[in-house]
């Protein structure tokens, strides 16, 4: 049965999908255990949404490509606050733009670090908690660029086409067991996503120009929807694009002048 005050695990909680996600779900009274690299920012999130909604959260750093850290992470939270029900396998990042031919190592190994065993190490630390705690639904946040590629973004789009693999294979594999398992996979959205992709705001900034693309909160929705359903029901993949974005890549977009 889904308790009335689940405990979810999100990752890359200090900015983004993942702080928006924190935050709505936090307003539903969920408990949190939040982790990011920056250990200030989500500790910070952590005594807001305490003080705000009366919630018990737990942050921690983690460094997702790092099999010691996740397994920290995960095992203190979870006794922190005694089990977990709820994984968001949300940090990740884009790292540039270049051909498949021309990608420098430390592009290539910090994606698919992170986007794809980054997120294996979340979920293999988390599911033997969920599973004792005896409900679960686990989150992919994958992307629209996991179901079309697009010039300059190859190793991006792998990774997301991948994460879109180990949801389908998670679902099969858990079928049976009271844990659903959902990507939610976004098109446009401002966060710190291109700042971290192009390392310029005025680039960054650009990208948005003239069209009103996702913001974090819309994602959370996502997720927050899904999460709350009857448990019967498993959204198995989400895309959600902003209304002016209506290819998944950004072959057609309406921007204003
Ligand atoms: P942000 O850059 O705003 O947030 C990314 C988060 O991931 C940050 O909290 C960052 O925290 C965390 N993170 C990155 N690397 C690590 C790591 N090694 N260990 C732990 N945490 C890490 O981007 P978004 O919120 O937009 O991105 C979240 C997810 O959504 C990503 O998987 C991204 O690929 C996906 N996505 C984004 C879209 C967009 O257009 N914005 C569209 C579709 C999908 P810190 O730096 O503190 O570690
Ligand atoms: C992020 C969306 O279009 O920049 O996943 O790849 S896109």
Known sequence: MRPDHPIVLITGASAGFGEATAR?????????ILGARRL???????????????????????????????????KAGAEALGGLHGVVANAGLASGLHKVWEIPDA?????????VEGVVKTIRAALPFVRQSGWGHIFFIGSTAGHQAYENGG?????KHGIKALAH????????????????????????FALVRLG?????KA?????????????????????????????DELIVKCRDQASHTMAKVNRKA
């Not at 709505?24 to 949190?32: D, E, V």
């Not at 592009?107 to 986007?115: G, H, I, K, P, S």
């Not at 679902?171 to 976004?186: K, M, Y």
């Open 40 to 74: 200030e920012r989500v500790q910070a999130l952590a005594a807001e949404l305490i003080a705000a909604h009366g919630i018990r959260a737990f942050a921690c750093a983690v460094d997702t490509r790092d099999t010691a850290s996740v397994e920290a992470f995960v």
């Open 24 to 32: 709505l779900l936090a307003s539903r009274g969920c408990h949190l």
């Open 155 to 159: 190793v991006y789009c792998a990774s």
């Open 200 to 204: 310029d705001p005025a680039k960054a």
């Open 169 to 192: 294979t998670l679902r099969l594999e858990l079928c049976g067991e009271p844990i659903r398992v959902t990507s939610v996979d976004p098109g446009m959205a401002e966060t710190e």
């Open 207 to 235: 990208l948005y120009q003239g069209l009103q693309p996702l913001a974090g909160a819309d994602v959370a929705e996502c997720i927050r929807w899904a999460f709350e359903l009857p448990e019967h029901i498993n959204i």
């Open 107 to 115: 592009d290539l190994e910090a994606m698919l670090r992170t986007n």
